[in-house]
């Protein structure tokens, strides 16, 4: 079985207004994850950097929820409290339409949703965190103050 996903996002600037509403509509596999199909649709919205997009759940951000968060700045998305990543598509689905998502656009990447729960204890891993951690709180420092130097 197959669910048709509705895509609509934002527009981030004048010039992208002329291809507004920026509509998608592709399917999925009904056993697809909640996280696996926001993985999957991260490259949807353009990657800016500085900038972050926040997932409805719904057709636009008035009658939708907000469900996760997605910047290219992020390794992986990170999803609002209370929401189960691992539910499939199947079950979000209205049973007499499609399945609709929006997008909408933030200026600077510091996250509403809690960071991913961290993984195993390993040194590989805390490395890796704390270098996520390092990079966030820089892009932080940096948008507070402009420049290096100043």
């Known amino acids: 079985m197959r669910v048709k996903v509705v895509l609509t996002r934002d527009s981030v600037c004048m010039g992208d207004d002329c291809d507004a509403p920026h509509q998608q509509a592709p399917t999925f596999d009904a056993a697809t994850t909640l996280g696996d199909f926001v993985t999957q649709v991260a490259d949807y919205p353009p990657r800016m950097r500085g900038a972050r997009w926040v997932v409805f759940l719904g057709g636009n951000r008035a009658d939708g929820s907000p469900i996760a968060e997605i910047s290219p700045e992020w390794a992986i998305p990170r999803f609002m409290s209370?929401?189960?990543?691992?539910?499939?598509?199947?079950?979000?689905?209205?049973?007499?339409?499609?399945?609709?998502?929006?997008?909408r656009y933030h200026s600077g990447s510091v996250p509403l949703a809690a960071p991913p729960e961290p993984g195993p204890t390993t040194p590989e891993s805390l490395s890796s965190r704390?270098?996520?951690?390092?990079?966030?709180?820089?892009?932080?420092?940096?948008?507070?103050?402009?420049?290096?130097g100043r």
């Open 82 to 103: 209370g929401v189960d990543p691992l539910v499939p598509l199947a079950t979000l689905a209205p049973v007499d339409g499609d399945l609709s998502f929006f997008f």
């Open 130 to 148: 704390l270098a996520l951690r390092l990079a966030e709180a820089s892009s932080r420092v940096f948008a507070r103050h402009g420049t290096v």
